[in-house]
């Protein structure tokens, strides 16, 4: 039998992405375009949707052409329906809608948190992990139960990458390739631990309490030589990691499960993947992580997730094909994870039509 | 392709500013099909601006309403921008597309 074959694309934030992958998940092509601003500046949406703009359409000609496939050959479109901004998010959706049109292709609507954790479970294994999902707009603790990814825990105000980016910013690092690596690398050189609140609020965190205290401290201890940038992003990192380690473990005796899957961004930070993997072996589980190729926003990611829902019957009406800012993880129906017995996918196939 | 004409006139008193814009495609079917993937977005601020669109004769029609000049040029410079998108990829992936 010919293997499924969905074309993907992905343009929440400052990534857009278009990627060519199989329903076994293999990534035939999954090229992407970052926008990049400079130090001290972050990205807008206004800006950020004709950076995506220009590059859109260059990047499907070379998705299909590294996969080697035309468009004949492939099953469904998927786009990221949200959650993200809203400019960049209507240029997938335009471009989908085109092209549904043109080459008579349906439609997948896809949640962009789950596109992360459906690849980060395909590329590590990881079969039932609870789940961080750590980016620049998210942060959360989610497991799977009853046809639902659940979030167990959240943070109540800014995402922990958008924390670390307007750190940054402070600091006017350079965003090439990204502002998490830059602090990464110069947290490697800090020698001084510098105390920071600490906000985990039961299964909850918060981050811009930590952020309005280091933008305070940080200008007033750099100029009185007390500390160095180096400390502060040293200082910053393991308070953060350790608030996200600890929601984590909690999450994990919640749900009897021993593995951790971390997806998003700031997934691919070694050092947060060191702190897990230790808070995980001491419980006898593991810890899987992927890098930047997967991590960070990809096409590939949402083309997978949206053949995984086109398999069971999912389709997205050209009128129902729109963007949204605000779009929960538990609010997507995870057919594909339910128990596949053969007398009933005739059923959950009428189901979804 | 396009041929973009805009002009702007203030008439009604509620919707005191407003605006049009025709794009001949010379085709029906491309047309249809940008007006089929725009229509899709309602405009954020009803209240403010309307939108109205037809295709007709290979020609896509746009007519814009607001009640303040900011509102009119922040839906028009939008839409415009993404009108452009959806007809550079029938452009690009539309008949005869060579990769």
Redesign the interface.
Known sequence: MKKMIALGFEGSANKIGVGVVTLDGTILSNPRHTYITPPGQGFLPRET??HH?QH??PL??SA??TAQI??DEIDCLCYTKGPGMG?PL??S???V???S???KKPIVAVNHCVAHIEMGRIVTGADDPVVLYVSGGNTQVIAYSEGRYRIFGETIDIAVGNCLDRFARVLTLSNDPSPGYNIEQLAKKGEQFIDLPYVVKGMDVSFSGILSYIEATAVEKLKNDECTPADLCYSLQETVYAMLVEITERAMAHCDTKDVLIVGGVGCNERLQEMMRTMCSERGGRLFATDDRYCIDNGAMIAYTGLLAYAHGTVTP??????TQRFRTDEVHAIWREKKEPSNMNDLIQESS | MAAPVADTAGTQPQWEFNCDLEVDYESEKNASMVYAALAVDKELQPDKVKRQMEVSNGKLIVHFEAVEARFLRASFSAFVDVLTLATKTIEEFGQGMEL
């Open positions: 949707a004709q703009l859109i359409l499907i000609k299909l052409k035309t468009p400019a209507q240029v959706a335009i471009v809608r085109i092209l049109q043109l080459w050209m009128e129902e094909s729109t963007f």
